[in-house]
C-alpha cells in the first residue's frame, strides 16, 4: 500500500473510523470516480457562469459593504440582484436578508402575483409541507384561501410523469398561476430534471401562455448546468441558507424571474410605492456574493456526498432514495433502515463528524407539528442550514433518514462513514459484512 493510503487510513483512525469502514469507502469511492467528474465539470461549467455575471457587473469592493437604515442606493444590493438576473438569465431578482427563509420567498411570490379570485395549481402533486399553510390547504390565518384565491393539484402519475390530460382539465380561465417543485423534498416522488420541467413548462404555454410558472427551485441550484429560467420559467424562488448561499449567507431567499413578476414581489415584501428602493442589508452583502461565489463548488460536494450515502447503504442492503446510480437533480438523500436504531445512530455519527456541536449526542424528540418523534443532526455554522451536513429522520416507520450537505466532500465523506461506524458500532452493520 502506498505512503498516502496509508497516512489517510491513520488520520481517519484517529478520528474513530476503523479499518474496515475506512477501506470499504474506499473501495465505493473507486467505483464512483466517472460520476465525480461529471460533478466536478457541471461545478466548472456553474463557476464560469458565475464568475462571469459578477465580472460583468462589475462587482466591485464598494459592493462588499452594506447599508443601515433606508437602505437607499445600496450599490452591493442592487448589484446581487443584477448578479443573480444574470446568473438565472432573467431579467430582474429580488435577493434580499430580509427574506426570512426559503417558505417565506414562496409566500410572497405566491401572494405578489395573485390576487382573489384567481387559482393557483401545482401540476406535480402535494408541494411542500410549508406551503400548505400558505396556500390554505391546510387552513391558515393569512392563507390566499383566506384571500379568496382558489388552488386545484393534478397529482403526478404512478410512474412519476406528468399528467397531461389532467393538467389541461384542471386549467380554466381563473388559472393565473403554477408552482412547479423542482426537488423531491421529502417526498417520495422523484427530482424533476430541468429538462422535465421544460417540457411540463412548453405543454402549459401552449395552453395558455399568460399562466405564471414559478417553479420552487429549493436544494436544486447548481446541480445542473442549466436552470429552470432556462427552459420557460418565469420564477424561480429558493433559499439562502441552501444552495446558493454556498454555506456562507446567514439569512435570506430569492426570486429571479421577469421584471413585473419580481417588481410585484418587492411591493409585497417591503410596501407598494417602496418596493426594492429600501431595505438595508446591514452586514450581509459580502456573505451573500461569497456564498454564491462558492455556491457551485459547495453544491458539488453535497452531491457527491449523497451519491456516496446511496451507494455505501444501498450495498449494504438498505434502500437509498435516490437509489444508488440515479442521475441527481438535487441534494438530498434518503436512506431507509426499517429499525428506530438505525435512524438514531447514523444521526449520531452525523452529529459527531459535525464541526460545531460534536460533542452532543441529538435524542429523539417530540418536535411540534410532527405526529412522531423526530432525531436531527446538525452542526451546522449557520442554525438550521441545510447545506450544510444534516440529516433527521421520524422515528416512525418505515424508519428513513433524510441527509443532505457537506460544504467540502471531505467533510460530507467523513460524516457518512461516521454514520457507518455508528451502524458497525451499534452492531446493525455486521463488521463481517464491510470484508465482502
Ligand atoms: C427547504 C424547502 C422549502 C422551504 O424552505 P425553508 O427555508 O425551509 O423555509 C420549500 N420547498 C422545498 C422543495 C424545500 O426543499
Not at 462588499?64 to 431578482?93: K, M, P, Q, W
Request: glycine share 10%.
Amino acid at each position: 500500500m502506498s505512503e498516502p493510503v496509508n497516512l489517510k487510513k491513520n488520520v481517519y483512525g484517529e478520528n474513530g473510523i476503523s479499518e474496515a469502514v475506512f477501506e470499504f469507502g474506499e473501495k465505493i469511492i473507486n467505483q464512483l470516480e466517472d460520476r465525480f467528474k461529471k460533478i466536478d465539470e457541471t461545478a466548472e461549467i456553474n463557476q464560469l457562469k458565475v464568475l462571469s455575471a459578477m465580472q460583468k457587473r462589475r462587482v466591485s469592493e464598494a459592493c462588499l459593504y452594506s447599508s443601515t437604515g433606508y437602505g437607499y442606493n445600496d450599490i452591493g444590493r442592487d448589484t446581487l440582484e443584477e448578479v443573480y438576473a444574470e446568473v438565472f438569465h432573467t431579467e430582474d431578482a429580488l435577493v434580499r436578508p430580509h427574506i426570512t427563509c426559503g417558505t417565506h420567498a414562496l409566500g410572497i411570490a405566491l401572494a405578489a402575483n395573485l390576487r382573489p379570485g384567481d387559482e393557483l395549481i401545482s401540476p406535480v402533486g402535494k408541494p411542500y409541507d410549508t406551503l400548505e399553510e400558505i396556500i390554505g390547504i391546510r387552513p391558515s390565518k393569512g392563507s390566499l384561501a383566506e384571500y379568496g384565491i382558489t388552488y386545484k393539484q393534478v397529482e403526478l402519475l404512478d410512474d412519476g410523469l406528468f399528467d397531461f390530460d389532467g393538467i389541461r382539465n384542471a386549467i380554466s380561465d381563473k388559472t393565473k398561476m403554477m408552482t412547479i417543485q423542482r426537488s423531491r423534498g421529502y417526498l417520495s416522488r422523484p427530482t424533476l430534471s430541468v429538462e422535465k420541467i421544460g417540457e411540463l413548462i412548453s405543454f402549459i404555454k401552449s395552453i395558455n401562455s399568460d399562466i405564471i410558472c414559478m417553479v420552487d427551485n429549493c436544494y436544486g441550484e447548481f446541480t445542473e448546468t442549466i436552470e429552470p429560467t432556462d427552459v420557460g420559467a418565469d420564477m424561480v424562488v429558493g433559499s439562502l441558507i441552501k444552495n446558493p448561499g454556498g454555506g456562507l449567507a446567514p439569512i435570506g431567499g430569492y426570486i429571479a424571474g421577469k421584471c413585473e413578476y419580481v417588481e410585484n414581489c418587492a411591493y409585497r415584501l417591503t410596501t407598494p410605492g417602496l418596493g426594492k428602493e429600501v431595505g438595508a442589508t446591514l452586514d450581509t452583502n459580502r456573505s451573500f456574493y461569497q456564498g454564491f461565489f462558492l455556491a457551485p463548488s459547495v453544491t458539488a460536494g453535497a452531491l457527491k456526498g449523497a451519491i456516496f450515502a446511496a451507494n455505501i447503504y444501498e450495498k449494504l442492503g438498505f434502500e437509498a432514495l435516490p437509489d444508488a446510480s440515479e442521475e441527481r437533480f438535487d441534494i438530498i438523500q434518503q436512506i431507509t433502515f426499517h429499525d428506530p436504531n438505525a435512524v438514531i445512530a447514523f444521526c449520531q455519527g452525523i452529529q459527531e463528524a459535525a464541526p460545531v456541536d460534536s460533542f452532543v449526542s441529538p435524542e429523539p424528540w417530540d418536535m411540534p407539528g410532527y405526529d412522531s418523534e423526530v432525531i436531527m443532526a446538525a452542526g451546522a455554522f449557520i442554525q438550521g442550514a441545510s447545506i450544510e451536513l444534516s440529516a433527521d429522520g421520524p422515528i416512525k416507520p418505515p424508519y428513513s433518514v433524510y441527509f443532505q450537505g457537506g460544504l467540502t466532500w471531505a467533510h460530507a465523506k467523513f460524516g457518512i462513514l461516521k454514520s457507518l461506524q455508528k451502524l458497525v458500532d451499534a452492531g446493525i452493520v455486521d463488521h463481517e459484512r464491510l470484508m465482502k
